[in-house]
Antibody
Framework: EVHLAETGGGLIQPGGSLRLSCEVSGFNISDYYMSWVRQTAVKGLEWVSIIYSGGDTFYADSVRGRFTISRDKSKNTLYLQMNWLRAEDMGVYYC?????????????WGQGTLVTVSS | VVLTQSPGTLSLSPGERATLSCRTSQSISSSYLAWYQHRPGQAPRLLIYGSSRRATDIPDRFSGSGSGTDFTLTINRVDREDLAVYYCHQYLVSPYSFGQGTKLEI
């Protein structure tokens, strides 16, 4: 059974850093495209980042240069390192498996982890 | 691409049919539109991809249709378990984008 579980959210001050983790069971993350999607009060659902099975990474304009997606194949875990956090980054962050190639949709999601950016 | 979903909230009784609309600000053909169900406290779930293809284990009460800029998710014989927010998602034009959601009340 496919299962994705995000951890690492919490309260952080503007300008701070957080690392989110997504532990996956039921498939090997290195065989798939894996993504982060967030839900904020202002923008609703928003794609954040993706890592291809081959290792290429891509980011939304709003987070490029501040966020880094990575994976640990041995732990079957996806990460999102978030630096220089802003108030507009506050929301629930979901990891998701992406299908369909470079034009991707999301066929499995975790339950999300809440990131609160506030002083 | 901006996706506009309507209605914002849909209130139905069990057994009725739900018709949810998603309109895109530019054409995305019929191949790059997905629908997700997000029940309270649960992970979002893929219902439909490619506008009309049901995802694995999705009952045939759920169907998707449309092309160009107008898409529809139909739920036949709604049940209390269908209480959720439903989102459409286009994945043709980068950055891929989501609608704001339709809340289905039963």
């Amino acid at each position: 059974e496919v299962h994705l579980a995000e951890t690492g959210g919490g309260l952080i001050q503007p300008g701070g850093s957080l690392r989110l983790s997504c532990e996956v069971s039921g498939f090997n993350i290195s065989d798939y495209y894996m993504s982060w999607v967030r839900q904020t009060a202002v923008k609703g659902l928003e794609w954040v980042s993706i890592i291809y099975s081959g290792g290429d990474t891509f980011y939304a304009d709003s987070v490029r240069g501040r966020f880094t997606i990575s994976r640990d194949k041995s732990k079957n875990t996806l990460y999102l390192q978030m630096n220089w956090l802003r108030a507009e980054d506050m929301g629930v962050y979901y990891c998701a498996r992406a299908r369909g190639g470079s034009r991707f949709y999301f066929d499995s999601w975790g339950q999300g982890t809440l990131v609160t950016v506030s002083s | 691409v901006v996706l506009t979903q309507s209605p914002g909230t849909l209130s139905l009784s069990p057994g009725e049919r739900a018709t949810l609309s998603c309109r895109t600000s530019q054409s995305i053909s019929s191949s790059y539109l997905a629908w997700y169900q997000h029940r309270p406290g649960q992970a979002p779930r893929l219902l439909i991809y490619g506008s009309s293809r049901r995802a694995t284990d999705i009952p045939d009460r759920f169907s998707g249709s449309g092309s160009g800029t107008d898409f529809t998710l139909t739920i036949n014989r709604v049940d209390r378990e269908d209480l959720a927010v439903y989102y459409c998602h286009q994945y043709l034009v980068s950055p891929y984008s989501f609608g704001q959601g339709t809340k289905l009340e039963i």
